[in-house]
């Protein structure tokens, strides 16, 4: 409890609540946090995690990095590797996201996982557990004891049973039984708290009427927005290929940050980074997106990388970019004259400068290049025919597949 | 395979399917009879029994004289005892009908049961298996690979549970356990056929599709009619005490027999005696239901201590009645002159044995005692104005509360 004392309860709090989507029973965490104050006892908060996983994602970070905020304040994570059910994969055959795996290739798994959880946690105030030691061992007795605390209507309200029998797609009973496993978890290992994504609510309550049931105080339950994929559709996941690993080179990193869609970057520089709040405002319908996405692709590689990899990185990338898409030789456009500086508008207007170097017509032409999704500065996708855009001097101006202009900002 | 040698495949089929309700799936039964016939072996024909119970009843017993056909014809009776759901009670404290018990009171029950399964059952043909055997060594991921042979909805479709889900009365998730559990019986044990009451139909179908999984010819499932107990309304069972124990002395038999509605005479004589099929078709609506439910009484109590004491046990029943009612001092009524024996009718038409006793000024005010429920001879109420008796010599005439007469028949 030594890393909080500098903080009142209140602050400490503040700290824990940022960024949370949601804690159940709300308004319990204060009132816990002195508990474990008045008991001078570390907190228990728990976390499952996947051993089919073998990356850490920015996803994924999103509940590591809480976990590390409770650390830091002086309580201990407890992970708990689901190894027993993936140790079953789905009998039924159903799931083909459930690879069976046996205890080698999970420990396996883990222990190369480990190095990535540490680069977020820390090892000093972490616990894993593997839940195959208490879940392997119970018997048809057991389990029929533990299934006997739910009702089926309950657990079929879970949204994604409900979704599906309503889609008339069966749930198998023994699907019924994995979220009692999940909460037998927060009984053997006396969870305080429970943290997960917003995806977990039904599971981690579960957590709370099994702890109940066995007379422990039931765990409080924070869930984390779900951060969004690269592709800005789906939760970002490894099967989708929409993913940025925490343990990718910082080149890689960037250039994948820079593929987010525009309306992701403010939820990315709140979720995946430490970027302050007038920082994450400022990126809300930020004139110049670019920009924004820039810096939060360095945000996200210095994270993890440094600040000078992560440099490296945008020079990189800028480069690459240049490299990849244009020819050698091109006209070079000086853009500096263009750009406007009023109440409304800063930089150059998007239209304009299509004009300016001859790719349209009119501009209604320009536009319609632009609406059409091709018109691009340095690699990066302009689509709105309103934007005004602040290019880095020597960037590079595309339309269509084969027009190109070095831009001169200077 | 001896005890069927003298009859035809066919015969034998029609023998087992006398009294049946339903064979699933139909016309299967000859296909396995000839498939026992050309193995050269006799067929595993598996029943669960209840270890909670304490006495067999006639209700029971439909099935077990079933059960002894099939060993008549050279077939192994499977007696599985449910020792494992026993042991376990129900944990969520809901059922109040099943008490936890351990194995030793369990094998103290089956061991008293046995003596009375044994006066129906041929114990040469019996094989006795306890599910514990194979139920309580599961660990969790058995039952996840039997739980993912079943989805939720499909088990939700069994008639109490729908009834119950419909109601709004919960249904806990270990319930769904126990149909699989059953099932998990018939592979283990390598059932041909499953018999059972008509209320198991969905769990022994459950049966069939386990066994289909484990690669084994799926059981025939034969469902008997329950049997309602001698107040006609419920389904005979010992909570209800409505019940004719097997055990029981040929007096309490003859007297529960005694008791039942005469509407219930046909399907007692068809599911719980020998009677040949003319005798329960004349039962049908019988004039005289009063001697129908005699002959029946009788043969319930012959079926289980023999001709001489069910004709002691029914000479008991009629002194009984009227000591316990009669007074010792009541005028005499010779109503031998009373008979008709014409083609409609045969005895004496109740209105006129009314009339001629003095208990009525008239037909229609005999018509109307009658109705009212207030005349019963030894004991049994006549409430049909239209019917005829034929009591026995010496029998008492009773009207309401008070007036008595003694019939003379000769």
Not at 123 to 150: C, H, K
Request: charged share 30%; proline share 5%; aromatic share 6%.
């Amino acid at each position: 409890m030594d890393g909080g004392r500098a903080l009142t309860i209140e602050q400490q709090r503040k700290i824990l609540e940022r960024g949370v989507e949601e804690i159940l029973p709300a308004g319990e965490l204060e009132p816990l946090l002195r508990i474990a104050q008045s008991e001078n006892r570390p907190l228990r908060v728990k976390l499952g995690i996947d051993p089919t996983a073998s990356d850490i994602h920015l996803g994924f970070a999103v509940v590591l990095r809480k976990l590390r905020q409770f650390q830091d304040l002086g309580h201990t994570a407890c992970l708990v590797i689901g190894d027993f059910t993936a140790s079953i994969g789905d009998p039924s055959g159903r799931s083909k996201t459930r690879p069976v795996l046996s205890r080698a290739e999970i420990e396996r798994n883990v222990h190369s996982y480990e190095q990535q959880l540490y680069r977020i946690l820390d090892p000093d105030r972490t616990e894993i557990s593997y839940n195959g030691d208490w879940l392997a061992e119970m018997r048809f007795a057991d389990v029929i004891q533990l299934a006997s605390q739910y009702t089926a209507a309950r657990m079929l309200e879970r949204d994604d049973f409900a979704k599906r029998i309503e889609d008339q797609q069966p749930v198998y009973i023994h699907e019924t039984l994995y979220p009692l496993c999940q909460g037998q978890d927060s009984v053997q290992i006396r969870a305080d708290i429970e943290l997960g994504g917003s995806d977990q609510k039904f599971n981690n309550l579960v957590g709370r009427d099994l702890q109940r049931n066995a007379g422990q105080r039931p765990q409080l339950v924070m869930l984390m927005p779900l951060l969004v994929g690269t592709d800005g559709v789906e939760k970002m996941s490894k099967s989708l290929d929409n993913y940025i690993g925490i343990d990718e080179p910082p080149e890689e990193q960037f250039g994948k940050a820079m593929s987010i869609p525009d309306e992701q970057i403010a939820a990315y520089l709140e979720l995946a980074t430490d970027a302050p709040p007038e920082e994450i405002e400022a990126a809300r319908g930020a004139q110049n997106p670019m920009a924004a996405k820039t810096a939060l692709a360095k945000r996200v590689a210095a994270l993890y990388h440094g600040r000078e990899a992560a440099e490296r990185a945008a020079e990189h990338f800028a480069s690459t970019v240049r490299r990849r898409e244009a020819p050698d030789e091109m006209p070079e456009l000086n853009a500096a004259p263009l750009i406007e500086d009023n109440g409304k508008n800063k930089g150059v207007w998007i239209v304009k400068l299509i004009a300016a170097a001859g790719f349209a017509e009119s501009n209604s032409a320009a536009r319609r290049l632009i609406q059409q999704g091709a018109v691009s500065i340095d690699g990066e996708r302009i689509t709105d025919a309103n934007a005004h855009v602040s290019p880095a001097d020597g960037a590079v101006l595309k339309a269509g597949k084969r027009r190109f202009a070095r831009l001169v900002m200077k």
